[in-house]
DNA sequence: TTTTAGCACTCTCGATGTGAGAGTGCTAAT
DNA sequence: ATTAGCACTCTCACATCGAGAGTGCTAAAA
C-alpha cells in the first residue's frame, strides 16, 4: 500500500480531530470553513475519496460525512499523533499529588486510577505492583484464639499476605515463634520451587506451614494478584456511542469481570515493554466484547523485581494523544514509586 | 389514615407483584384476567381510585393503568410482604460455596457479592468485616533495604495493616526487632487512646513508630477501612428504568464514588441494629443520587468486635421479596464467618 | 494535470399526522 | 355493593414529508 500525501495526511488528522471533537460525521464544506483551509471542498472530497478507499475513512452510509475507520486511528496514532506530552503544569499537580500520597501503596493505586480517568474522561484500571519472582523474606505465626493461627507472609518486594488457619491440636505462641524462626532461617531469600523442593527432618506442621508458603508464593506470582483499582465508570456511560444499552453492558462486563480482565492483561500487556505504551483500537484480534471500545495499555515497574499494569478504556473515539501521554506519565510515576519502594 | 380492606392490600400487592414482573403499568382487566380474581374489572377499578387517593397507587398519565408509588412500596414491604426465606436448596448451595472459600476473608467477600448480585440481579456492596474497637495484638519490624522498614501491624479480629516508612537513619534488624518486641509486651491488648496515652523513657524511633500505630489503629476503626466489593453493575444497566443514560450514571456514581459510599452506610446502616436489614425505597431522605434507585442494607459480624456492611442496590421496582431474604442470608452466614475467625 | 464551481441526487432526521389499543371514569342497571 | 356498557383519553408504533447536509460527477478554469 502507497503512502499518503501531505495533504491526505492533513486532512485525516483533521478529520479524526474533528470526529473526536463533535461525535459528529465531518462534512467536506465544513471542515474547509472550520479550520480555514485554502482548499476548496471539492477538493477535500477527492482527498476524501482516496482516503476512504485505502481503508482509512468510512461513511456511515451514502452521502453522509465521512468518519475515521479503525485503520484510520491506527495509522493517526502510529504515524501521524507525534510524542505529544502532557503540559508541564498537568505533571507538575499530578507528580505533586502523588507526593503528598507519601509511601501509601494503596493510596497511590487509588490515585494513579482517578487521575487516568480523570484526564482521559475514559474508564480507568490499575493494578497495584507485585514481584514477579517472589522471594521469601519473613514469616510471621501469631496465635490468636485457641488453634486458630494467623499466618503473615512477607515477600521481597512489601508483598505481604495473610491468612489464617485453624491447627489439628493447639500449639501456644512459643512454638509457634520457634517454628517460625526456623523456617525463616532456612527459607531466607529461597524462591517458591525452593523451597517446595526442600525436604529434610520436619515435623508435620513444619511441612504443613510451608506448603501454604509455597501456595501463597505462587498466588503472588499470578497476574491479578490483588485488588483491581477503577475509576471513572460513569465517563463512559456518558459518551454517545454507549447509548445503547446492551453496548454499554459489554463495555460495563469487561472493567466488572475480573476474569476477562485477567485475559486481557495477560494477553497484551505482557507482550509489550516496560514504558512502551500499548494501544488497543476497537479490540483487534478476537475481543468480541470490547469491538466498541479502545484501550491504552501499559505496564509499569521493574521487570523482574516487581511491575503492575494499568489503563484506559474509552470510546474508539477517544483523544488518543492526551490519554496515551497520561498514561506514559503516570506508568512514569508508577514505576518510580516501585524503584522508591525497593532502594534504599 | 385508615387501613385498607383485604382486598385492597390484595389488590396492592398484586399490581406490584405485576409491575415488578412486566414493568408496565397495570390495568384493571388485565389483572383480572391474569390472576382469575372473581371481580370484575370495574370493582378492581374502584379500589384502584382509593388505593390511587390513599397515595399507594399512582397513573403515569390520565387513563393509563397503574403502577405502585414509593408509599405504595413501602407498605407492602412493610405490613404485606411476610417474611420470606429463600428455598431451602438454594440456600445450602450458597452455603456450600462459602464453606468451600475455607477461612479466605477476601474470597468470602467476593463470593459474598456475587451471590447477592445474582439473586437479586441487582448491583451489590460488601465491605470487609472490620475491628470496631481495634486492640494492639502484635508488631512487626522488617527491614527490607537501607533505611526502609516494612511495619507489619496486627490488630484484634485478625485485621492486619502494612506500611512502608524510612527511617532517619539505618538501623539494623536486630535493633529493629527489640524494639518491636519491646512495644509488644508494653502495648499486648490495648486500645489505641491507652497507647497514645502512653509516655515513660521511649527514645525516637520507639516514638515514632507508636504514633503511627495509633493513626493506624484509628484509621482501622473507619467505616471504610479496606476494599469494598462491588459485583453485578451490568444487572442495574438491564432495566429499563437506566435507559435514560442520566439516571444510569447518576445510579453508576453511588456505586463508583467512595466517598457517597462511605455516607450512606455510615448514616443509614450504622443505626440498624444488626440482623436486621434495612430498605431504602427511592431515597427517601435527601439522596439526590438515589432517587430512582431502592437499596436494601444489612450489617453483619459482632457488635462490639468486628462488623461489616453488605448490600443491594436497584431499581425502586425491585423484587424486594427474594432481595431481603439474601440479604438477611448472607449476613448470617458472614456472620459466622466473624465469629468463626474470634472464637476457637 | 490539478483544482474548482455547479448541480443533481441521496440519505437522515425531526416534525407532523393517524389509527389501533389499552385503560379509565362515569352512569345506570343489577 | 357490584357490574355491564360506553364514551373518552392518552400513548405508541408507523407512515409521510420536507429541510438540510453532504456527496459524486461533469465540465470549466488554472
Redesign the pocket.
Known sequence: MIGLTERQKLILALVIRDYIETAQ??????LVKKYNLD?????V??E??AL?EKGYLR?P??????LPSEDGYRYFVRQLMGHTELPMTTRDTIAHQFYQAGQDVDRWMRLAASVLAHQSQAASLVTAPHPEQARFKHLELISTYGRQVLMVLVLSGGDVRQQMLALAEPVNQEQLSTTANEINESCQGLQADQISGMSGRLDALEQDILKLIVDDMHRSGEMLGGEVYRDGLTHVLAEPEFAEMEVARRAMRILEERALLEDLLSRTVLTANVGGVQVLIGGEGDWEELRECSMVLARYGVPGLATGALGVMGPIRMAYGRTISTVRFVAGLLSDLVVDLHTE
Not at 452510509?61 to 465521512?66: E, I, L, M, Q
Open positions: 460525521p465531518v462534512g467536506s464544506a465544513s482548499i476548496s471542498s471539492a477538493t472530497r477527492n476524501m475519496v476512504t461513511q452510509y451514502t452521502s453522509a460525512g465521512r
